[in-house]
């Protein structure tokens, strides 16, 4: 009986794309057979020599994270087609605003309890006001509406001359 | 009269073909903003776009594009994580900010309780002294809580330095572990507020997207 070689059974993209899948698959490593739906999203939107090209623009120790993360915007698109991940990205920093906020609030009621120590001590002699309070709160409002720290879809606006809005720390300088 | 051609969009432009009028991608890829047009083509490909337009009503398409623009924009400075170093770093930051208000309102309810402990302890002091000094003992009820807990105070008050840093390098794009929590992400997209909490970054410990 002649000896057939063992041939593994074809990735998801190849089987997708209806190709042999050749020992040296750019995507076999990141889309096995199990998981067909992954490369169809990623396909759908992102195409693949897009994917291809990407996958040999970075390190191979970063492929998986990087097809990983594809993935999940691909997802994302599908459930959502005009906003995609970026409406998550929204929701979520709309949260960090809002619990900054509550954060900044709690901070300052805070303050006022520490102050009115600091008055009630200095009023009383044989003490040291310092010892109870340590100043005023640093970075409370870090995550602000005009300082994400980040990109901020809404205020991101790079065609035109740069962003918009106030990105310092995190949002505006290039890689 | 020869009529008069306007400029090709900044597709078509860069397609190198002629804009006709009814040519899908003008109204969202200005001739001023070549880049646009140009992160979007790269990352998404030019047809992908054009049927992903075509899929949705003219009135969500603007915002279509402007999210792809984002997507492509983050994907180039970031080819390994793209937006989803984002949704990380703000998972990340969200779980701060929880801890954070967590602890100040503990403080805060600790001082509420102190006070009325306090106001009770000051007028008894008060009221019982008479050669020692009340006001002192009045104080020290107080001062005493407030150093013990003075230190626990200061940690727990304010935000941590660490977390600037983290931000300044999700731009410079270095190694953060931003970066590896976002292969832990496994948000359910549509739930809001309810982003699963990724495990503590280790490189190994990965979850596979829920596709709920």
Not at chain 2, 61 to 71: F, G, T
Request: charged letters at 20%; aromatic letters at 8%.
């Amino acid at each position: 009986m002649a000896s057939s070689s063992y041939s593994n059974p074809p990735c998801a993209a190849c089987k997708f794309l209806r190709r042999k899948c050749l020992p040296d698959c750019v995507f076999a490593p990141y889309f096995p057979p199990e998981e067909p739906q992954k490369f169809a999203n990623v396909h759908k939107i992102f195409g693949a020599s897009n994917v291809s090209k990407l996958l040999n623009e970075v390190l191979p120790h970063q492929r998986e994270d990087a097809v990983n993360s594809l993935a999940y915007e691909a997802e994302a698109r599908m459930k959502d087609p005009v906003y995609g991940c970026v409406g998550a990205i929204s929701v979520l920093q709309r949260q960090v605003i809002r619990l900054q906020k509550e954060l900044d609030a709690t901070n300052a009621d805070l303050m006022r309890h520490a102050c009115n120590e600091m008055a009630s001590n200095t009023a009383l002699p044989g003490t040291n006001p310092g010892q109870n309070y340590s100043g005023s709160p640093r970075g409370s409002s870090r995550y602000s509406e005009n300082n994400p720290g980040y990109y901020y879809p809404s205020n991101y606006n790079p065609w035109s001359g740069g962003p918009s809005g106030d990105h310092d720390q995190g949002g505006g300088s290039s890689v | 009269m020869a009529s008069s051609s306007t400029s090709p969009c900044a597709a078509c432009k860069f397609l190198r073909r002629k804009c006709q009028p009814e040519c899908v991608f003008a109204p969202y890829f200005p001739p001023d903003q070549p880049q646009k047009f140009a992160n979007v083509h790269k990352v998404f490909g030019a047809s992908n776009v054009t049927k992903l337009l075509n899929e949705l009503h003219p009135h969500q398409r603007e915002d279509a594009v402007n999210s792809l623009a984002y997507e492509a924009d983050m994907r180039l400075r970031d080819p390994v994580y793209g937006c989803v170093g984002v949704i990380s770093l703000l998972q990340h930051q969200l779980r701060q900010l929880q801890m954070d208000l967590t602890c100040a309102k503990s403080e805060l309810s600790k001082y509420q309780s102190l006070g009325l402990a306090a106001g009770h302890g000051l007028i008894a002091a008060a009221a019982a002294a008479t050669h020692n000094h009340p006001q002192n003992l009045g104080i020290n009820l107080l001062g005493s809580a407030a150093t013990r807990d003075h230190h626990h105070y200061h940690h727990q008050f304010f935000p941590r330095d660490h977390q600037h840093q983290m931000i300044r390098g999700f731009d410079a794009g270095a190694n953060y572990d931003a970066g590896l929590l976002a292969m832990n992400v496994s948000a359910s997209i549509g739930q809001l507020g309810q982003f699963h909490q990724p495990r503590a970054a280790t490189g190994d410990d990965r979850r596979n997207i829920d596709p709920s």
